[in-house]
């Protein structure tokens, strides 16, 4: 008797183990927010990205002249133009380097240095934010130095929603370097949504 039950009860059993496996194994419906995935069976998640559309534009010169001569006055002996800078942008941004390509092929012997303690054959170049309004810096504090040649990652200013700015070139020199030729120093700067 109890046999003959176990025979009538066995195909409900295993019907019901089917609803309930192919239920586990289905694709996780829209608007549902978790399901269980048992060991072996497979499920989608679905997920949901924004695009948030800014077109970010920074105004800056492209060409910027300065002469540096170890008989300017200060730590500082670069004299260079007021570089401005205008967020056009209706996000804050903030303005990076990230490479710097330096030939000083035309200074034989001279070598660039990444911060303002040279030595006698070495240049080193950053930029400085403007603290008082049109007026060079003559001190070197907070100055963001340029690395030659290398990819780096410097912020130089931070603007907010159509602000402007402005930055010097400063720098340094050793006592060795020749002052009657030419170098270039080309940034590359990325402009970012600032966080």
């Not at 679905?46 to 800014?54: A, I, L, N, S, W």
Request: proline share 7%; charged share 10%; hydrophobic share 40%.
């Amino acid at each position: 008797m109890k046999t003959k039950s176990i025979f009538r009860l066995l195909p409900i059993l295993l019907i019901g183990a089917l609803l309930v496996t192919s239920a586990y194994g289905a694709d996780l419906p829209i608007g549902a927010s978790n399901m269980d995935i048992p060991i072996g069976a497979s499920g989608d998640m679905v997920m949901v990205g924004t695009v948030e559309p800014t077109i970010m534009s920074v105004t800056m010169p492209t060409y910027v002249p300065f002469h540096i001569a170890r008989a300017v006055q200060g730590d500082n002996k670069v004299i260079s133009p007021r570089i401005t800078v205008t967020n056009n942008s209706s996000v804050p941004v903030s303005l990076e380097v990230s490479y710097t390509r330096v030939d000083l092929s035309k200074l034989p012997g001279t070598t660039w240095n990444n911060g303002q303690y040279v030595g006698n054959n070495q240049i080193a170049i950053g930029f400085q934010p403007e603290t008082t309004v049109n007026q060079m810096p003559t001190s070197l504090a907070g100055t963001k130095w340029l690395q030659a040649n290398v990819f780096q990652n410097v912020n130089v200013m931070s603007l907010s929603a159509y602000g402007e700015s402005a930055m010097y070139v400063v720098g340094t020199l050793g006592s060795a370097v020749p002052e009657n030729n030419t170098f270039s120093v080309i940034p590359t700067f990325v402009v970012r949504q600032a966080r």
